[in-house]
């Protein structure tokens, strides 16, 4: 992975408050970089040393964002900022203990730090989300919650701490008003502690006291936040990693209204998806046949590059370090939802998945309609992969 440069001389960080408004829009482009690995409303805020230290090619503002349907456009009134007067929340009890009040409260593990993806130690705020569907007003409140000082819990160096602002907060937003509303409701923690190597991972349940990883969490970079999208490696190739939807912008120091996404999101909350919702269970793994491709029978070793290549959507089809197609899965559930042309792409890829993310949207007491239908925004410019089998050119438009 590239380093990320620190950013020095910043100013103490400031509480904010966080408007959760699901409100989206359109965008525009640029250009790319070389690949890294990659791992498994309010006003603007006032010039501060943090926005002076930011690159001359982040826009100033994003545009305007157009009106989007009601079913999507719900707004939370936005409370006054209380601060963490009250005393720590078991990290168990997080969900229900943090949101219900607005404060930002320290996590404490019952018995002392885990062992593996502690929280121990973390603050903790909640987010709330809301959503007419069927004609009913629907809101849903997690958690997102990060290391208090330098280092996350595995010892990695952290800058959320510093930087963390209302724009992190609203691109979470605006991307989980992209999917139907019983997606929304199986994420109930994201810890952003740069546990992992590149931009996230959204691990099943372990079901083991002294680890952290529930199936219903998802762990994130602050590279997500803090930097522009890049070139990737995968397993076939290089693939364009969508921080946000639109080239050179990141979410940091963007107002508390923007109307950017993440895709790379869209790709994480796809695993725990395939888990509660495709499989029914947090720790339920089971890859749903029409992502699957070469590696579960065992045949990739044996195969040429365009044979090894069948099935995926993208060039990164499958983890570096475990041979399941999981990767194939989260990577259609992103082409589905993050762009109209990316989900027609879904039939010419040949990978299978799209009759079942169909049925997802087509529930009869939930029915979700294409985000681009609702008024929300698609990708800007689509970068198609560059693959193996093509001498690590783009040929195939996908």
């Not at 990659?38 to 603007?44: R, V």
């Not at 629907?138 to 160096?157: E, I, Y």
Request: aromatic share 8%; hydrophobic share 35%.
């Amino acid at each position: 992975m590239r380093s990320i440069p620190m950013r020095r001389g910043r100013a103490a960080p400031k509480p904010f408050a966080w408007s959760t408004a699901l409100l989206v829009a359109a965008c525009a482009a640029t250009q790319p970089r070389e690949p890294t690995s990659h791992s498994g409303g309010n006003a603007p805020r006032a010039a501060s040393a943090k926005a002076a230290t930011k690159s001359a090619t982040k826009p100033a503002s994003p545009p305007a964002p157009p009106t989007p349907r009601a079913e999507v456009a719900a707004t939370t009134p936005e409370p006054p900022a209380k601060a963490a007067s009250d005393g720590p929340v078991s990290a168990d009890e997080a969900v229900r203990v943090v949101c219900a009040g607005e404060a930002e409260r320290v996590l404490i593990e019952p018995g002392g730090p885990k062992k593996h993806f502690s929280v121990h130690g973390y603050v903790a705020r909640p987010l709330r989300l809301e959503r007419v569907v069927g004609g009913e007003r629907r809101a849903h409140c997690l958690v997102v919650a990060w290391p208090p000082g330098t280092k996350s819990s595995n010892g990695n160096p952290s800058r959320v701490a510093a930087t963390i602002d209302a724009g992190w907060l609203r691109a979470i937003a605006n991307t989980l008003a992209r999917v139907p509303w019983h997606h929304v409701r199986v994420l109930e923690r994201i810890v952003i502690d740069n546990h992992p190597k590149e931009h996230g991972i959204a691990p099943f349940d372990r079901g083991r006291p002294d680890d952290g990883r529930d199936g219903r969490s998802m762990w994130l970079h602050e590279h997500l936040f803090l930097d522009v999208n890049h070139w990737a490696y995968g397993n076939h190739g290089s693939y364009w990693s969508y921080h946000v939807n639109e080239d050179e912008t990141r979410f940091d120091d963007q107002p508390a209204d923007h109307p950017y996404f993440s895709p790379v999101f869209l790709h994480e909350l796809g695993h725990l998806v395939m888990y509660n919702v495709i499989n029914g269970a947090p720790g339920a793994v089971a890859l749903p046949p029409c992502a699957r491709t070469c590696t579960e029978s065992n045949t990739c070793d044996r195969l040429s590059p365009p044979e090894r290549e069948k099935g995926c959507v993208s060039p990164y089809c499958m983890p570096f370090r475990v041979k399941t197609s999981t990767e194939n899965w989260a990577e259609q559930y992103r082409y589905y939802y993050q762009r109209s042309t990316t989900r027609a792409l879904l039939a010419r890829t040949g990978a299978g998945c799209l009759p079942v993310l169909s049925a997802q949207d087509g529930q009869a007491e939930l029915p979700h309609a294409p985000p681009w239908e609702l008024a929300l925004p698609d990708i800007s410019t689509f970068r198609p992969s560059r693959w193996t089998s093509c001498g690590g050119r783009p040929c195939k438009g996908y």
